[in-house]
């Protein structure tokens, strides 16, 4: 079988990944730092059926999305190359972008601290027993953590912070999590950025719920309304306030002056007879009284029919054939 040469291979991977462009709108961009081959085939078969992982050189996928741009004309697809930094991949997918990056997480395995390995995490050593012979206590001197021997092994007395995150791992770290059999550090394929249909937005938006969304829907429409209403702009969101606020100043001038208009007249009328007040909250509690006396008549008359009957029932403990 003839070897395909470079150019042939780079060929190939132009028209796959316009391929994979043409038939998938949604793209997740993937860091795959300290992920081997055998962690990401596992993950090609946990995603097999609706995405696809592709990975490849950065400057291939650069290439091959201004090629798809040129001969497309898609200039959407141009905002995936300031995402194309580092060492990364694509996900193209057709599912739910929230489940596909939850099922990419469950891919991560255990490693142990390397020297020089930047830590991605704190590394706490907590107190207990080590399991290591006396002989061994260098270790932990040369790192300060405090240790004492206990039934010929030595003990961690405290919690120490052994790495913090960010800090390189150094031999003596290293060596001294190898010896205990920590494996701090996990790694596996993490979203950075998502793609979808042209829009670029950030992976924590994919956990937000409905009612997160709906609560900052709510505060961006107070926003506008209170916007809209200091600045006297109409809005869909402030055209209510503004007619009530209109209304108000309208029937303010009416009951100073002698101008009038329909949805005035009641409120001057009540304002000019104050006494029509009362006679209106007379009649709202006069009617609530009726029905409640209603219902408590009828619950008498319940009462009284329900004692008729027991009077009836009764028979004074004599029976018809009882012998005095």
């Known amino acids: 079988m003839v070897k395909a040469t470079k150019a042939e291979k780079k060929i190939a991977y132009d028209a796959k990944l316009c391929q994979l462009i043409d038939e998938y709108t949604q793209i997740l961009v993937v860091a795959a730092d300290n992920v081997g081959s055998t962690q990401l085939q596992n993950i090609r078969k946990g995603l097999r059926g609706d995405s696809v992982v592709l990975m490849g050189k950065n400057t291939m996928m650069k290439r091959s999305v201004r090629i798809h741009s040129e001969n497309t004309g898609n200039t959407a697809v141009l905002n995936l190359l300031p995402l194309l930094q580092g060492n990364v991949g694509l996900i193209f997918t057709k599912g739910d972008l929230k489940e596909v990056s939850e099922e990419v997480a469950k891919y991560k395995v255990g490693a142990p601290a390397r020297v020089g390995l930047v830590a991605p995490i704190d590394v706490v050593v907590q107190p207990g027993n080590t399991g290591l012979d006396p002989s061994q206590t260098s270790f932990f001197q040369v790192l300060n953590i405090p240790t004492k021997i206990n039934k010929g092994t030595v003990e961690i007395i405290t919690p120490v912070e052994l790495i913090k995150q960010g800090d390189k791992v150094g031999s003596s770290e290293a060596a001294l999590l190898a010896k205990l059999g920590i494996r701090p550090f996990s790694y596996g394929l993490v979203v950075q950025s998502v793609y979808d249909n042209g829009s670029v937005f950030s992976p924590e938006v994919l956990d937000l719920t409905e009612d997160q969304l709906v609560e900052k829907f709510a505060s961006g429409i107070s926003m506008v309304t209170s916007l809209a209403l200091a600045v006297s702009y109409p809005t869909l969101a402030a ?33 000019k007879d104050p006494s ?33 009957s027991d009077e009836e029932d009764y028979d004074g403990g004599f029976g018809l054939f009882d012998e005095e």
């Open 239 to 271: 055209a209510p306030h503004m007619f009530i606020n209109a209304y108000k100043n309208a029937l303010a001038i009416a009951v100073a002056t002698d101008y009038t208009f329909p949805q005035a007249e009641k409120v001057k009328e009540f304002l």
């Open 276 to 308: 029509k007040f009362v006679v209106a909250a007379a009649a709202v509690s006069a009617d609530a009284g009726s029905g409640g006396a209603a219902q408590s008549g009828g619950a008498a008359k319940v009462e009284e029919k329900k004692e008729e």
